[in-house]
């Protein structure tokens, strides 16, 4: 397992073909996982040991990915420790009672080990399952996870949560770092059940100035990948439009910083810097292009990536629900087929 190609890749060493996995790989577009899912709450999936293995077995067995990402949401621990919130087919998570003050940050304690039993359970029998294929645990970064406390659900604008942010840095500070301190540990527990690296998801975080991140959000994400250090696997740190922000992110403590498609990853290369390993990053559009099409966009992007000290093939972010499974199976082939020629 340790010498998977996706691991050797995470560690920036030589592999016999390019790595690839697909950030939302298992979900709405797949109709095996529909079945499944029928009549069963998104949330309760995640705390069912049952659909939550089998969900995320689903795309190994199709594609033949190179790593499985667990099946799960950035919500799973804070609904794990008792916060009021669903997520709610067709918008996403929502909040019953935003978070709008110093008092509400009570519940937002650490993880106690019988919260998360049922994941323990799934990463467990995943990792048997999986043999050498090796399971990406993942958590939502604490900008990411306070954006949906504060705005109550998903927003476009983030701005009630830059309003806190800009007019009560204290309160800011002091629910990020809880948002940190429970997010290292929700990967901690994943890493420890068997998870041989973990992704921490900032997905909009692409929404700050680099001053305003650096100030605000860095040291909080800094503490989430610093907190798990100790045990030894890649951590990779992926944002949606982080162009201005990928030094930044890699500086935060990451060993493999995802890039969004807005970049060519040889550009990204250049702003990351210190011997990072890249991953990402098609058009998640460009599989719906014909094959062709597709594979020479791919090809751009594999040839792009040399440029950085390691690649692990992605979309520059998650499949989008509409995807031709057909169309994935076909990008999978190509990326394992592409001739690594020497640089
Ligand atoms: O009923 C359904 O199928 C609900 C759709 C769905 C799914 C399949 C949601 C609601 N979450 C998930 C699973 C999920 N969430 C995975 C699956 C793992 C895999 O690839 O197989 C992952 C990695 C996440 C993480 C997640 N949830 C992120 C970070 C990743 C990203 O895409 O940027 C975010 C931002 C969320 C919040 C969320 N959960 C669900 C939705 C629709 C959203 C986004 C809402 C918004 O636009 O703000």
Redesign the pocket.
Known sequence: MNDSVFLRACRGESVSHLPVW???????SLPE?RKL?EGVP?LESCFRPDLAVE??LQ?VRRYGVDAA???????VPLKAIGVDLD?V?G???VVAEPIRSGGQLAQLRDIEPADVDPIVESVKSLVGELGATPLIG?A?APF?LAS?LIEG???KDHRLTKQLMYSNPELWHALLSRLAAIGGQFLRVQIEAGASAIQL?D??AGNLSLADYDTYVKPHSAAVLASVADLGVPRIHFG?GTGELLQSMGDAGADVVGVDWRVSLDVAAKRVGGGRVLQGNLDPTAVFAPTDVMTAKAAEVIEAGRAAPGHIFNLG???LPATDPDALARLVDFVHGYELSPS
């Open positions: 697909f950030m939302r790989q298992a979900g709405r996982y899912r998104m969900i995320t795309p990402i667990f099946f799960s949401d950035i919500v997520i087919p918008t996403g998570p993942f939502g990411t949906y659900g998903p927003s998801f997905s909009w949606v972010h998650g499949v």
